[in-house]
């Protein structure tokens, strides 16, 4: 299937989370009192801030905002209104920089007349370019690498009182030794409050710091630094703080997330495996799913233990990059087609309901056709759930980039990446439909990609509230980010909403349309199709009392739409106060992408209604709840 994050060609931020107005809108003039001489009340402080890149990014923002808060920072959706502007960065791919050069470049008029106005550049395009950035945006006041975030408050301070230019990185790989290296990448996780994050009941949690691989086509190990896993107690604490808060599912973060292993002075071990039991015993925590995983670090350990604690999601992400031990070897991938196949047969063996999803790059130096076919012939053996498929493009800095040419035509890159998107979308249509009459239940996230377009685009409010205005930009992280992991930052490794879905929104109760030779995001030709057993009926809405103190427009039904404990998207159409909640859904038509579904009955859904509120662990177990709804997917 597509990137996870597909390419867009309006440069504009679009919101990270719903937020008052639309962060696409026009800029609006800047407020005469932020700056006014002789005003007496100080200015609000406002903060924009904007997010390329994958999860750990947003997860890093989230943390950077938590922290500003406390000094009284308020967010807002339009730089034109914030007297600190700050871009968190990706350095895996050169569109992503170019993104950020671009709108760095649209604010330099804006300094020029508000010279108070304080821009800084975040995360791993600052870590890797520092005097670049400045030679290109040299109105900037700030730059900070990833594994120094803790002190943005501080340089932010500083840049408020007339300094300029100021900077904090961690060393780089070459600077010493491992140790030494690694004590310069500083943990960052405070405790977060919800309203700095997302949506309340669901949460990423960072477990680990660094990468340690070295694929030679990756910039991560040089700008996040030597690989570093958190003290298990840390985690434990923190992942019981935002249940408390109302959280019902973590998302574990990690470059290669199945690699933490923790060791105490004394010699004790955590291993991933014995992280997850300790998650999975605190009570309220509804679903526990983790990105992204390396092959050689799946043991039978770990998958015994994903088998036996039913809150873990059965969702394994765990590229693959290419079928071909050549161009794996040429990659510095650590490990063969052969040991990634014996993976796939254990993961299969161990738990066969689990589904499976993978990274492929095409077009690495030295790929054949003959390399390129058996690529192919990995993905039709083991039929992924989906794939990210990438074409290569070299990046200074990565082994790949000074080592190997990078002799694979354009063209041929792109004719192979799709190729092995129309198998991959054929397999997983396939796979869709065996849901078609089937009941799964869902965690709510919110309304869904084609609600909020057709209502006024990402920054809608649903509901009557409006959240936190973190930006995010959709730009994808590639597989240079070691197929890394932490591939959307959407939730969760699914491309975008399914093209046809828009259709169920607008036409509700019309049939759902047979979709041939469609389009994705990115105007690739994609032969998936809505498949159903007949043109489903009107969907059942469920008949929930309105509370007297809310107006009838914020309870009308909406197209929402949710994940399952497989992580499959399943849109529906149900009441806004459903979000947040688990939700049984019958599958009515399948899509490559998404399942579209409607509430079970009325019982089910007024259950499952009371906003937010952590429920008891027994209740909700899968393998009980799957007395009565049969399997879950």
């Known amino acids: 299937m597509a990137s996870p994050n597909p390419d867009c060609d309006d440069d504009r931020p679009t919101p990270l989370i719903p937020s008052q107005g639309t962060a696409c809108a026009a800029p609006q003039p800047i407020d005469p009192e932020r700056s006014a001489p002789g005003s007496d009340a100080p200015p609000p402080r406002r903060l924009f801030i904007e997010t390329v890149g994958c999860q750990m990014n947003v997860l890093d923002s989230e943390l950077v905002v ?5 000094d009284g920072y ?12 700050l871009f968190n960065t990706c350095s895996v791919r050169q569109h992503a920089e170019d993104k950020v050069y671009s709108a760095l470049g649209r604010l330099r008029g ?38 120094q975030l803790e002190v943005v408050p501080e340089l932010i301070a500083r840049a408020k009182n007339g300094e300029r230019k100021l900077t904090a990185f961690s060393l780089p790989r070459t600077a010493g030794s491992r140790d030494r290296v690694a004590a310069s990448f500083n943990e960052f996780d405070p405790a977060r409050r919800k309203e700095a994050r997302k949506v309340p009941f669901q949460a990423f949690v960072r477990i680990m710091m660094g990468c340690d691989k070295f694929c030679t086509y990756c910039i991560v190990p040089s700008v996040r630094g030597p690989e570093q896993s958190r003290h298990p107690d840390e985690i434990v604490e923190e992942v019981r703080n935002l249940v408390d808060q109302g959280t019902r599912e973590v ?14 002075p004394d010699g004790r071990i955590t291993s991933f495996a014995d992280l997850l039991a300790k998650l999975h015993d605190i009570d309220g925590l509804r679903r526990i799913k983790f990105v992204t995983n390396y092959p050689n670090d799946m043991t039978d350990e770990l998958l015994a233990a994903i088998r036996d604690l039913p809150r873990i999601s059965r969702y394994l992400h765990v590229p693959a990059q290419s079928g071909c031990d050549q161009v794996l ?10 040991l990634y196949n014996d993976m796939m047969a254990r993961i299969r063996e161990t738990l066969p309901e689990a589904a499976v999803t993978s990274d492929f790059i095409v077009g690495f130096c030295g790929e054949t056709e003959a390399s390129f076919q058996k690529t192919v012939d990995l993905v039709r053996r083991w039929r992924f759930k989906n794939s990210f498929i990438f074409k290569y493009s070299p990046r200074e800095g990565t082994k790949a980039y000074n080592l190997f ?72 992280s590639s597989a240079s980010s070691h197929g890394s992991g932490i591939p959307d930052p959407d939730f969760g490794a699914e491309p975008a909403q399914d093209v046809a879905s828009p259709t169920l929104l607008t036409e509700p109760h019309s049939p759902i349309p047979i979709v041939s030779g469609a389009k994705d995001e990115g105007g690739s030709s994609r032969p998936s199709a809505l498949v159903s057993l007949a043109p489903p009926p009107r969907p059942h809405l469920v ?13 009308r039904p909406l197209q929402l739409t949710g994940r399952t404990a497989c992580d499959r998207i399943v849109v529906f159409e149900g009441h806004p106060r459903l979000i947040g909640s688990f939700l049984p859904v019958t599958i009515q038509a399948a899509s490559a992408v998404t399942l579209f579904g409607q509430a079970v009955t009325r019982e089910s859904v007024v259950a499952q209604a009371g906003a937010w509120e952590p429920e008891s662990a027994e209740s909700n177990d899968r393998s009980s709840r799957s007395k009565e709804l049969g399997r879950l997917a």
């Open 66 to 70: 938590e922290r500003l808060r406390r």
């Open 543 to 555: 008949a929930l009392p309105t509370p007297p103190d809310r107006e009838s427009e914020e309870d």
């Open 405 to 476: 040419p990078d002799d694979v035509p354009e063209a041929v890159k792109r004719r192979r990446n799709n190729e092995l998107l129309a198998v991959q979308n054929a397999i997983a249509l396939e796979d869709q439909q065996a849901f078609v009459g089937r009941t799964v239940e869902i965690l709510v996230e919110g309304p869904s990609k084609a609600h909020l377009k057709a209502a006024g685009g990402p920054g809608a409010v649903f509901n009557g509230s409006a959240s936190p205005a973190i930006v995010f930009r959709s730009i994808p």
């Open 110 to 147: 804006l300094k020029a007349e508000h010279p108070e106005v304080t821009i800084g550049v975040l995360g791993c395009m600052a870590q890797k370019d520092q005097k670049r950035i400045l030679q290109r945006a040299p109105h900037v006041d700030l730059m900070v690498g990833p594994g």
């Open 251 to 264: 998302t574990l973060l990690g470059q290669t997330v199945n690699s933490y292993r923790h060791k105490t």
């Open 74 to 85: 308020e967010l807002t959706s339009d730089p034109q209104q914030a007297d600190t502007i």
């Open 329 to 338: 070897k040429r990659m510095k991938r650590g490990y063969t087609v052969g």
